[in-house]
């Protein structure tokens, strides 16, 4: 009586051996890790199409920013972790190692682009120093008229810049302010204001001091104080 043949040993699929799972994996891990160490140059594309250009952190440097060092250094730890796990041999223990490390160059991965985003972000959006620019005084006394423009950028919406124009050395009893004025920033936090001004000056006044600052920023009045949020000053001398 005929029937159907068993398949023979030698013919059956035989089940992967454990070398060839460890070779499959490592392989996939490699995988991964160039995955990794290409997604930060295609990152730093996406940011630069974005508008977050060397332009910005270039700014973000002069002014020391923290999140673009502490980002860049993130960065390097992350491409460093992706070759080193490219490096290691596919055996049972380099599989565990080599996923250990990947899982700690992802983890610096995200935090660089993080990191960055917010950092370009701050040196993008300006730091809220004012500055005065373009300023003229015409006529003579004691009829003047004073002209300048103020512009800050990176104003918090709630706060402020304070204006002034003060005698330096006017008499005792007229050293009041001649002018004053709190500019508020726009929706996208940046003041820009053209000031036009009549300047009557008391008698013996030889120099009139014109002043810019966010005093929720600055609480030192000092012209020649070393800080990133201090005044913007400007002493005109009248003749």
């Not at 089940?15 to 995988?31: H, S």
């Not at 290691?88 to 995200?110: A, C, D, K, Q, S």
């Not at 000056?201 to 800080?227: F, L, M, Y």
Request: charged share 20%.
């Amino acid at each position: 009586m005929s029937g159907s043949k068993e398949p023979s040993p030698s013919s059956r699929p035989t089940a992967p051996g454990l070398d060839e799972v460890q070779a499959a994996v490592g392989k996939r891990l490699d995988d991964v890790a160039k995955i990794l160490a290409g997604a930060l140059v295609a990152v730093a594309g996406i940011m630069t199409t974005l508008g977050l250009n060397s332009r910005f952190v270039f700014v973000a440097l002069n002014n020391r920013s923290w999140p673009i060092y502490v980002a860049s250094l993130c960065a390097i730890i992350a491409i460093v972790c992706s070759i080193t796990a490219l490096l290691i041999r596919p055996t049972g223990r380099g599989v565990l190692w080599e996923t250990g490390i990947l899982v700690l160059g992802v983890v610096f991965y995200m935090a660089s682009l993080s990191i960055a985003v917010v950092g370009a972000a701050q040196a993008a959006g300006g730091n809220g120093r004012p500055t005065i620019t373009d300023v003229r005084l015409e006529g003579s006394r004691p009829h003047f008229r004073l002209h300048f423009d103020v512009h800050a950028d990176g104003v918090r919406k709630w706060s402020r810049i304070v204006v002034s124009v003060t005698p330096e050395d006017a008499p005792p009893g007229k050293d009041a302010d001649l002018y004053w004025s709190i500019l508020r920033p726009d929706d996208e936090g940046e003041v820009a204001q053209r000031i036009d001004i009549p300047l009557v000056p008391p008698a013996g006044t030889s120099v009139v001091a014109v002043s810019a600052v966010d005093p929720e920023r600055s609480t030192e009045e000092k012209c020649e104080i070393t800080s990133q949020h201090g005044p913007a000053c400007t002493e005109l001398h009248l003749s």
